[in-house]
Each structure stands twice: as C-alpha cells, then as structure tokens.
C-alpha cells in the first residue's frame, strides 16, 4: 500500500525549530519528487518546498528562505523539512506529497498543488506560540 506518513509537528516557541519527516512505503521515495506543503485555517495551501529525484530544490516562499531546509535521506525513505528561527506565521498544517512530475516550477495556486501531488500525507500540525 502506497502512502506517506509525516511527523514531527507540535508546539514550539517563536525562534525554535522544528524537523519534519515525511516517511514512505508502498514506493521508493528516491525515485519520485517530493514537495512540503502547508494550510493554515482559512488560507489555501501553499508550496513551502520541493527537491526533486535528482535533489534539485525549489523554494515558493521568500519568508521561509534561509530558514527551511529541505533534505532528503533514501536509505531512510525519508524526506525532511528542517525549520529552524520559527515564526508565529509559520504555524499551519504541513503536508508532503509525492508526484513523478516535475517540481512546480514556481510559486503557484492551492489548487494546482493539490492537482499535483499524486500521493498526500495525512498532514501534520505545527503551531508556533509562545
């Protein structure tokens, strides 16, 4: 069964940080693109950053450069989401979806990176406050 599973969400104070993981079975994460995205309450989704098969990075939003780091580690099967200098703009529900299609190529809709993921997550919460 295919399916990806995050985790690492929680409360954390403005200025922490926070590593995601986002876990595969069923596939084999290395061979398909990956891409975290998130959702807070009454926003559409939006594109935080995708590294594609061959680790090329594409970032979607200027206030997380320099302080999110995607990674990936295919032993692991895993794909993470370094957050580090933590804001409380930041708290939402991040996901990880898969997609053999390339990455976005740029900052685009909630709908389109719906449309794109072919393999969601079920999310996880991360809420910064102090």
């Known amino acids: 069964q295919v399916q990806l599973a995050e985790s690492g969400g929680g409360l954390v104070q403005p200025g922490g940080s926070r590593r995601l993981s986002c876990v595969a079975s069923g596939f084999t994460l290395g061979h398909v693109n990956i891409g975290w995205f998130r959702q807070a309450p009454g926003k559409e989704r939006e594109g935080v950053s995708c590294?594609?098969?061959?680790?090329?990075?594409?970032a979607y939003i200027d206030s997380v450069k320099g302080r999110f780091t995607i990674s990936r580690d295919n032993a692991k099967n895993t794909v993470y989401l370094q957050m580090n200098s933590l804001k409380s703009e930041d708290t939402a529900v991040y996901y990880c979806a898969a997609d053999v299609h390339d990455c976005p190529a740029k900052k685009n809709t909630g709908t389109y990176y719906v449309a794109w993921g072919v393999y969601w997550g079920q999310g996880t919460q991360v809420t910064v406050s102090s």
């Open positions: 590294i594609s098969s061959s680790d090329v990075i594409t």
